[in-house]
């Protein structure tokens, strides 16, 4: 069961906006597409098996294809020559897409501080949420994922057209 969105009750009647609605939606039938390149990626698939069960949260469905995915997981250490392949896999993802950094490789590059390796995907995507450590353990990456819900809920329908957002995403060189 999820919580119902702040209302209105009465007896045989509960009044929301229409913003609520669709957060609560979104928010509990989010669909990953999981990009991952190393031990990170292990970690996740416990995340998907039934001791940790992802599916409680609606998003077992995972989407191999950017076009139906919600939520960008990136797991694992991304090497430079990589980066264009993830800026491309997030650009080919509709609106609205929230992007998860999982792990100290995806958030900073971790230990691999080498001429190869990205530094961070957020030189590369906006990141929404952060999962430190080395590797997180699944419990990390729920929490990360349940911040992502709470994200979702409270989006405006309408994010693209926010000033900010576009400004956000021009800082990446993103129209
Ligand atoms: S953060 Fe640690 S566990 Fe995760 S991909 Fe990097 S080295 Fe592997």
């Not at 409680?56 to 950017?66: N, Y």
């Not at 919600?70 to 392949?85: E, S």
Request: charged share 20%.
């Amino acid at each position: 069961m999820v919580e119902s969105p702040p209302g209105i009750e009465g007896q045989g009647f509960f009044a929301t906006s229409l913003d609520s609605l669709v957060g609560l939606a979104r928010a509990n039938s989010l669909w990953p597409l999981p990009f991952a390149t190393s031990c990170c990626g292990i970690e996740f698939m416990s995340t998907m098996a039934s001791h940790y069960d992802i599916g409680r949260f609606g998003a077992e469905r995972l989407s191999f294809s950017a076009r139906q995915a919600d939520v960008l997981m990136v797991m694992g250490t991304i090497a430079k020559k990589m980066a264009p392949v993830v800026k491309q896999v997030y650009l080919q993802m509709a609106e609205p897409r929230w992007v998860l950094s999982v792990g100290a490789c995806a958030c900073s590059g971790g230990i691999f501080d080498t001429y190869s390796v990205l530094q961070g995907i957020d030189r590369i995507i906006p990141v929404d949420v952060y999962v430190p450590g080395c590797p997180p353990r699944p419990e990390q990456i729920l929490d990360g994922f349940m911040q992502i819900q709470e994200l979702a809920k409270k989006e405006s329908t309408r994010r693209r057209n926010m000033p900010e957002y576009k400004a956000l995403l021009a800082s990446y060189g993103i129209e």
